[in-house]
């Protein structure tokens, strides 16, 4: 699979999300190693209307879904993951009117478990926060024929 259907998956998926779609996420770059996608900074996301920091959740919802999304890259064929565990370490807050990006990659893959570790920043270097998630297997058999050719757009 190369890289430009692996993103077209990744926003296929991405856009089947309520939340994603409501943050506007987008995909910035997908490979066969790793995913970034895009939070744009928007009013209905500040946490804090003093100082204008985009609220945690958003954060977090920004990381989950780029750790769960990353699968679609990495395994052959598409399967939903579902998250099991996802530990965040925030670093600072992200800095007003500007988009925060996420990069996650899968470090280790079993038959049952996908390890992922991924980093939000504005800058790079400069994580606003990082995390690493478990996500459990399911297999592609477990998807409905309509939901799996929504996301591969009908290709195997």
Do not use: W
Request: hydrophobic letters at 35%.
């Amino acid at each position: 699979m190369n890289d430009r259907l692996r993103a077209d998956r990744v926003r296929r998926f991405v856009n089947s999300l309520n939340q994603a779609r409501t943050l506007g996420l987008s995909v910035t770059s997908a490979t066969e190693q790793q995913l970034t996608l895009c939070l744009p900074y928007s009013e209905k996301i500040i946490g804090n209307p003093e100082t204008r920091v985009i609220h945690g959740g958003a954060i977090t919802t920004l990381m989950d879904t780029t750790c769960g999304s990353v699968m679609i890259c990495v395994l052959p064929d598409f399967e939903l993951c579902p998250t099991l565990d996802l530990r965040m370490d925030y670093m600072h807050p992200a800095e007003p009117d500007r988009p925060v990006y996420a990069r996650a990659e899968v470090y280790r893959l079993t038959r049952h478990i996908v390890f992922t570790r991924c980093q939000a920043y504005q800058d790079e270097g400069d994580p606003v926060a990082q995390c690493v998630g478990t996500f459990m297997r399911i297999g592609p058999g477990a998807l409905p024929r309509a939901y799996r050719d929504l996301i591969t757009g009908g290709e195997a």
